[in-house]
């Protein structure tokens, strides 16, 4: 990989507008070499626009930024070179094998077919395909298929590696062993940056990030400090009977720093979820159901905008 000073990506007052719709508004963020760093936010944030922008596929409309050193305007050519790209949608060519996905690929960058095929020998064993390399890709689950993405996002060995939503549609064991692969890169100083609308995706795996909503950054930071700064240690949530939780009528004010309601429950953020719920039975509350949990990246967004991220 190629040594660059300073940050890998530097943006300000990043703008992209289609026509009269602003779909990001004036973005500031640096992503320095070997972070993971993540966009979180819900559809239509801004998230993937910014993204295109980074890589060099959607000229900006307004303001600065700087990838790998270099201007997008002038030098996305030899951007891409050295960009990595998962994007939202699979791409990949369904009539073709496993392997041959990756050596073809590979030629697009100039290797040679034996490095090709070297490279995609080590790629497919990272992400435990190589049992399958002669399968065409047709077969193959959702998360295959996206850890085969992954792996030909690699194959040029990529400075900076932008994925946009990569678990989106996966199941549980699928998104945690894509999560293990993404997180074997970092330790390899691999610089990730990735679009998510998943708060427990932002955890595992973002070093730092920023919130979108309607194309605005509203806070930045790691995980740890986001919830710090906008949440509580630990949050209550009740369950109510629905001909009852909108009679409650200030019954539960004051047993919480900070109460919201949602639709299907009310959540209470608290230091002491255990102390608050002995003090809703002390005042003769009975809801449904009651759970203790730790503050989220969910809790987070509901603070900074109103709503939860899968809105």
């Not at 041959?100 to 990272?126: H, K, M, P, V």
């Not at 590696?161 to 199941?171: A, F, M, V, Y």
Request: aromatic share 6%; hydrophobic share 40%; glycine share 6%.
């Amino acid at each position: 990989m190629s040594a660059v000073n300073g940050p890998l990506i530097a943006a300000r007052h990043l703008t992209k507008r289609f026509g009269t719709f602003t779909a990001v508004d004036a973005v500031d963020f640096d992503v320095a070499p070997g972070e993971a760093f993540g966009f979180l936010g819900p559809n239509g944030a801004g998230k993937t626009s910014t993204m295109r922008m980074i890589a060099c596929v959607s000229p900006r409309t307004d303001g600065e930024l700087q990838v790998l050193n270099m201007d997008p305007d002038s030098q996305g050519a030899m951007i891409r070179a050295r960009l990595g790209v998962v994007p939202q949608q699979d791409t990949l060519d369904m009539e073709l094998t496993v392997e041959e996905n990756l050596i073809i690929y590979g030629r697009y960058f100039d290797l040679s077919y034996a490095e090709a095929r070297r490279r995609t020998q080590e790629l497919l064993e990272f992400v435990q395909l190589h049992e399958r390399r002669k399968d065409e890709v047709e077969p193959l689950s959702g998360g295959m298929k996206r850890r085969l993405t992954i792996a030909r996002s690699l194959i040029n060995e990529p400075d900076l590696l932008l994925l946009d939503e990569p678990t989106t549609g996966l199941d549980p064991q699928a998104r945690h062993l894509l999560w293990d692969r993404l997180y074997r890169l970092k330790q390899r100083g691999v610089t990730l940056v990735l679009t998510t609308h998943y708060m427990d995706e932002a955890e595992q795996l973002c070093d730092r990030l920023v919130v979108m909503d309607k194309a605005k950054i509203v806070a930045e930071g790691s995980p740890r400090q986001l919830i710090d700064r906008y949440s509580t240690r630990e949050v209550l949530e009740l369950r109510f009977r629905t001909d009852e939780d909108a009679s409650l009528n200030g019954r539960l004010d004051g047993l919480a720093e900070r109460t919201e309601q949602l639709p299907d429950r009310v959540l209470l953020y608290t230091s002491d979820g255990d102390a608050t719920a002995s003090a809703i039975h002390e005042r003769g509350i009975q809801p449904e159901s009651m759970l203790v949990r730790r503050s989220t990246l969910e809790d987070v967004f509901l603070r900074l905008t109103g709503r939860t991220l899968v809105e």
